[in-house]
């Protein structure tokens, strides 16, 4: 094993990630989460008691500080529709509500505002805006979604961008033939090798992810490396939080190696071939591909 494989191997272990693991999607906060009145009124009576103060919810604010959490709290209330369109978010309300200061308020504001999810203008005040206005692209907003009432949804949307964008991504990976890339390609397949053997799912899809975004970056297109982050993303939330192959198993493991194969003999055709099976195989996509939906 290389030094680069052995090392991923042995630090991608903590004892506690923070994670919700493959099968407990149900225990996220969305799922335990009480929905409250949704007529849009400035108070926030009705809201969950666990959201009344910012920090309480460790699972979903992963630990980050205050400012953080409360754009993971806001976040979520808005992409669940608990707090709908047209909402008037009041900061000095919002500070009584989950107990901060006037500036942690204001720069969660800030964060949702430049995330699409509110507007702020003078005479009218903070609102939420509607879904047509959210960067539905942003990684916060799509594990808000996955997570949500729209998780279907989400995951669906998901897997069809990835089937557009990743086959093209590994046609375009073979031409460039970069030696050092190859390799931790290679070392991502026999670290997914070795957690399988060990039935170390968390590993596996850690590899997965590194291998997916590495496979991006390599194909020489800034607009597509742009969107590496939606892929890791989609990864993410395809199963559990993690996890990027819902049940990690040889045919997967295969279909890695084969890209691999393809991209060392500069094989664009056989790459992006081996990255349609391998996506097809994968649960999430195979409901949506290659039939279109109905409409």
Known sequence: MSTLAHTMMTAARPTDSGLVGPGELDRYPYAEAHVPDRVASPSWEGAD???G????????????????QLVQQLGQMIVSGDLGADRP??????????????TVVRESLRVLEAKGLVSARPN?????????????????IIEWRAFGPQRDDQRRELSELRWTIEPLAARLAAGHGREDIQQRLSDMVEIMGHALAQGDALTFSRADAEFHSLLIQVAGN???EHLSGIVSAALQVSGGPVTGCDRPNDTSLAQHARIVDALAAGDGAAAEGAMRQLLTVHPEVERVVPAPREH
């Open 53 to 68: 103060r910012v920090g309480r919810r460790a699972t979903g604010s992963r630990g980050r500080g205050l400012h953080g």
């Open 124 to 140: 009218v005040g903070t609102r939420v805006r509607p879904v047509s206005d959210w960067n539905l692209l942003d990684p916060d």
């Open 49 to 51: 008691p666990e959201l």
């Open 89 to 102: 978010l009041v900061p000095e309300e919002i500070g009584q509500r989950f107990e901060v200061s006037r």
């Open 222 to 224: 800034r607009m597509l």
